[in-house]
């Protein structure tokens, strides 16, 4: 590795994580501004955790058969988790208040 | 061309057969670990979710002290993130003592994350919060608060082992670059997991 790639390559990290610790910030000062809004929270979390997969983890550099072979596997069971959320409102309903 | 010949051969084809992913295998099955461990904080991540939105009176017991201190805790683990990266960019320049440094520097940052995250334990059980009790509402906030932070923190631990070794091994010449992108790749896991702990555990739980 060149001393000029090496200095490209440096300088996108430090990018990446000025942004990630710009994004915790931002999350925390909203939070005690307006009060936690879970959706805002998850997205920023979600934005922080792709940013460091893809520039921290390299997987942005990796082949993308091996990206297609992880992150949809992934998503998919997350998403498959949330058929929990009915019967945890269910549970709300039946305890006396 | 006998038999044996072919056999041979093409057990040597099956040998010289292309790495998956075009990838070590170690660094396959460390990022499979990762998708699985993955999962693993986000069933419990998910059963938190559950216990907090049945239960009608969860409290929200974090002021602003305990913010500031996950937010410190953030910039901790974000910069050994970047210490680490530091470290693998010096072994691939064959640059051994900063790799060495650089792992050092970092496993220094998991443990300063790992003291103050003990010292937010201690405050808590100082106020009465206990696995299945807390002097505010829903029993089950200390248990679902001391078993996602709890595994978190093994998770360093863990990294803060394997960092220091990995180091040890490197500059003793037993381990390459590779290795330090292997230990890397678990490193930077840790700290994706607390970008979610913290708003979850602490931003949704923030007195106010």
């Known amino acids: 590795m060149n001393p000029a790639e090496k200095s490209r390559g440096m300088s996108t990290?430090?990018?990446?994580?000025?942004?990630?610790?710009?994004?915790?910030?931002?999350?925390v000062l909203f939070a005690f501004e307006a009060g936690p809004s879970l959706p805002l929270m998850l997205m920023l979390a979600v934005l922080q955790a792709s940013?460091?997969?893809?520039?921290?983890?390299?997987?942005?550099?990796e082949r993308p058969s091996l990206v297609l072979a992880l992150i949809p596997y992934t998503i998919f069971i997350f998403f498959m988790m949330n058929m929990i959320w009915s019967d945890s409102v269910r549970l709300l309903h039946m305890r006396p208040h | 061309?006998?038999?044996?010949?072919?056999?041979?051969?093409?057990?040597?084809?099956?040998?010289?057969?292309?790495?998956?992913?075009a990838i070590p295998s170690s660094k396959l099955v460390m990022w499979l670990f990762i998708i699985s461990d993955a999962v693993t904080f986000g069933a419990i991540l998910f059963a938190y979710g559950y216990v907090r939105n049945a239960s009608a009176d969860?409290?929200?017991?974090?002021?602003?002290?305990?913010?500031?201190?996950?937010?410190?805790?953030?910039?901790?683990?974000?910069?050994?993130?970047?210490?680490?990266?530091?470290?693998?960019?010096?072994?691939?320049?064959?640059?051994?003592?900063g790799a060495f440094?650089?792992?050092?520097?970092?496993?220094?940052?998991?443990?300063?994350?790992?003291?103050?995250?003990?010292?937010?334990?201690?405050?808590?059980?100082?106020?009465?919060?206990?696995?299945?009790?807390?002097?505010?509402?829903?029993?089950?906030?200390?248990?679902?608060?001391?078993?996602?932070?709890?595994?978190?923190?093994?998770?360093v631990l863990a990294g803060v082992i394997a960092l220091v070794v990995v180091a040890l091994s490197y500059r003793a010449g037993r381990h390459t670059a590779k290795h330090i992108e292997i230990v890397s790749l678990y490193w930077h896991f840790v700290?994706?997991?607390?970008?979610?702990?913290?708003?979850?555990?602490?931003?949704?739980?923030?007195?106010?």
């Open chain 2, 58 to 97: 969860w409290p929200t017991p974090f002021e602003a002290p305990s913010i500031w201190n996950a937010l410190l805790m953030t910039f901790i683990l974000v910069t050994s993130s970047l210490t680490v990266l530091l470290s693998l960019r010096a072994a691939q320049t064959d640059d051994r003592r």
């Open chain 2, 101 to 155: 440094n650089w792992m050092l520097v970092t496993a220094a940052g998991g443990t300063l994350f790992a003291i103050l995250h003990l010292r937010e334990w201690m405050s808590l059980i100082r106020e009465g919060v206990r696995l299945f009790q807390n002097p505010w509402g829903a029993p089950l906030f200390g248990a679902t608060f001391f078993s996602i932070t709890g595994l978190h923190m093994a998770h």
């Open chain 1, 13 to 27: 990290t430090y990018a990446v994580y000025v942004v990630i610790m710009t994004m915790a910030v931002f999350q």
């Open chain 1, 51 to 61: 940013l460091a997969v893809m520039y921290f983890m390299h997987l942005g550099q």
């Open chain 2, 1 to 21: 061309m006998s038999h044996a010949n072919v056999a041979v051969e093409s057990h040597a084809a099956g040998v010289m057969e292309e790495r998956p992913f």
């Open chain 2, 191 to 208: 700290d994706v997991v607390w970008m979610f702990v913290v708003p979850l555990l602490y931003l949704m739980n923030m007195k106010h």
